[in-house]
């Protein structure tokens, strides 16, 4: 797999979504009179003096507010991508998952994930959704080595097609929003097919009575 210096393809694209975002709620917010302002969360969340201003004051702040929380947010990603560029991709991966009975929410799973010297673990309970994805999702998206697979294989994919979707490229449950990680709740068999897309050579699954284990190589 080609190793990326930085991900400067995804950095764009994420941008463009986030600045996509801005100029949808700008004109949201210019939309809107005073009274339907006062309706609004982030409204409430002013100051009385910041209330009390012209419906044109009010707009500015409420606009000047959202633009920095989205140049904190691309300058955060920007940050995680340029850490995960620096870093090894994965050549494994071992997961090992535990269950322990819960006498409210039944068994509950706790993954343990080894790739690249590095060990996380991730865990899951209550009911109504798939809880082994979600433990091994919390435990993937930790490790750095394994997510600069997922990062490597996304730049590549928009390199080639700059509007493609993680799902698209990658497969379901590799993320939204142009952030490629391991979506918890999809159930363990969508990372299967990403692994694959990924490039794994091998990917072994076994099961026991309060456990699972699963091998990945690369």
């Known amino acids: 797999m080609r190793k990326y210096k930085e991900f400067s393809t995804i950095k764009a694209n994420y941008k463009k979504w986030v600045l996509n975002n801005l100029k949808d ?13 006062k309706e609004l969360y982030i409204f409430r969340q002013l100051t009385e003096k910041q209330q009390a201003k012209t419906v044109k004051e009010i707009k500015k702040i409420l ?10 947010r691309i300058d955060i990603f920007f940050k995680q991508c340029d850490i995960i560029a620096q870093v090894e991709p994965a050549k494994n991966i071992i997961i090992s ?4 009975k819960n006498r409210t929410w039944g068994a509950n799973p706790t993954a343990e994930v ?10 899951a309970s209550g ?7 979600t433990a091994i999702a919390e435990a993937l998206n930790k490790n750095n080595n394994i997510l600069n697979l997922l990062y490597n294989t996304y ?7 700059k509007n493609i979707s993680l799902r698209d490229s990658i497969g379901y449950g590799s993320g939204y929003y142009g952030i490629p990680s391991f979506d918890g709740g999809v159930g363990y068999s969508c990372f299967r097919s990403i692994f694959q897309k990924l490039g794994a050579k091998t990917n072994t ?13 690369f």
Not at 25 to 37: A, M, T, V, W
Not at 63 to 72: L, M, P, Q, R, S
Not at 155 to 161: A, G, I, M, V, Y
Not at 205 to 217: A, L, P, R, V
């Open 127 to 133: 009911c109504g959704y798939d809880k082994l994805s």
């Open 97 to 100: 998952v535990s269950w322990a």
């Open 205 to 217: 699954w076994q099961e026991g009575k309060n456990w699972d284990s699963m091998t990945i190589e």
């Open 63 to 72: 606009i000047d507010k959202e633009v920095k929380k989205a140049n904190e």
């Open 155 to 161: 730049e590549k994919e928009l390199r080639k097609n």
């Open 25 to 37: 709620f700008k004109k949201e917010i210019n939309s809107k009179n005073k009274d339907q302002l």
């Open 114 to 123: 080894w790739s690249g010297g590095t060990y996380t673990t991730g865990h």
